[in-house]
C-alpha cells in the first residue's frame, strides 16, 4: 500500500498525527485526552487499538496530554529520546519498562518495512525532534515547533512526497496582538515556532518535483488564519519557484482530521 496519514487534529489546543503502511500504525504525539483521540481516530475509521508505537516529538502538554493515559490502555510502546524521557517521566506517569523505548536523536528505527528517522529541531524543549517515514521511495517529513529552519533540517526533509510542516502565525498579527512581548519574543525567537514567511520560504529551498503536498500545521488561533497562511506560503512558493505547479497547499484543523493521503507509488 505505500503510505498513507491523517493529521487527527494541530494546533495550540493539541496535535496527533497518524502514519499507516498498512502492516504498521503509528503516533506522532499523543496532544488530547484518550477518549478525545479516539473520537478523532473514529472519523478516519481507525481503531485506536491498531496503534503499534506512538513518536515523541517533545514534552510539551499540547503533544503529550493523552500520552500517559493512551499508552496504559492500548498497551502501546512509547519512543523518545533520553533527554525527553526524563521530562515525560515527570508528566504522563508510570509507564510498563517494556513499552519506554528510548529512540535517540537522529536515530533510524525499522517499523516492518517502514522506516524512521529522527533529527533535531529548534525549540524550547529538552530536546526536540522531527521525524521522517520512508517505505521504498517514499517520504513523508513531520516537522513542527521549530523556531528556524536549519541548513541540517532542510537537508533532511528535503524531497519529500508530502510535508507536515509548521506555519504557526502571521509574524503582523503576532507583534500587534494581545500576548505580552515575553511570550511574543518567545514565539518570534530561534526555539519558538516557524511563520508563515519563514515556512515558505523554507518550502522554496526543500521541496522538489517530487513534493506533491504541503500540510500547513499547528496554526495559532489567536495570530493567524488558515486563508492566509496558504496566501502568504503560495505567494513565496510562486515568486520564487513558479515551476511547482503541482504543489497542494492542504489545510489542518484543530478540532477534527484531514483526510487520509496516500503517498504516491511511483
Known amino acids: ?77 512509547i519512543y523518545a529520546n533520553e533527554k525527553t524521557w526524563v521530562e515525560l517521566d515527570r508528566q504522563i506517569g508510570v509507564i510498563a519498562e517494556g513499552n519506554k523505548r528510548v529512540m535517540e536523536t537522529g536515530g533510524l528505527e525499522e517499523f516492518g518495512s517502514m522506516k524512521v528517522e529522527s533529527f533535531g529541531i529548534s525549540h524550547d524543549a529538552a530536546e526536540p525532534v522531527g521525524y521522517v517515514f520512508y517505505e521504498g521511495e517514499q517520504k513523508l517529513s513531520v516537522v513542527t515547533d521549530l523556531g528556524y529552519m536549519s541548513e541540517k533540517v532542510k537537508e533532511k526533509i528535503s524531497d519529500s512526497d508530502a510535508l507536515v510542516l509548521e506555519t504557526n502565525h502571521d509574524v503582523d498579527m503576532l507583534r ?61 512558493v510562486q515568486e520564487r519557484a513558479p515551476e511547482a505547479k503541482q504543489l497542494r497547499l492542504m489545510d489542518t484543523y484543530f478540532d477534527r482530521s484531514t483526510k487520509w493521503d496516500v503517498l504516491d507509488s511511483e
Not at 23 to 37: I, P
Not at 221 to 232: G, S
Open 1 to 77: 500500500m505505500g503510505i498513507r496519514f491523517t493529521v487527527l487534529s494541530s494546533g495550540s489546543t493539541g496535535n496527533a498525527t497518524v502514519v499507516d503502511n498498512g502492516e504498521v500504525k503509528l503516533l506522532v504525539d499523543v496532544g488530547f485526552s484518550a477518549k478525545k483521540m479516539e473520537l478523532l481516530m473514529k472519523e478516519r475509521e481507525l481503531a485506536a487499538s491498531s496503534i503499534d508505537g506512538i513518536l515523541v516529538t517533545h514534552e510539551h502538554s499540547d503533544h503529550i496530554k493523552g500520552l500517559g493515559a493512551f499508552a496504559r490502555k492500548y498497551d502501546v510502546p
Open 176 to 236: 500587534v496582538g494581545h500576548y505580552p512581548w515575553s511570550i511574543k519574543r518567545r514565539i518570534l525567537g530561534d526555539k519558538g515556532h516557524l511563520s508563515n514567511e519563514a515556512a515558505g520560504e523554507a518550502l522554496c529551498d526543500i521541496m522538489t518535483n517530487k513534493t506533491k503536498s504541503v500540510y500547513m500545521a499547528h496554526l495559532s488561533r489567536d495570530h493567524n488564519l488558515m486563508d492566509l497562511a496558504r496566501l502568504t506560503v503560495n505567494s513565496i
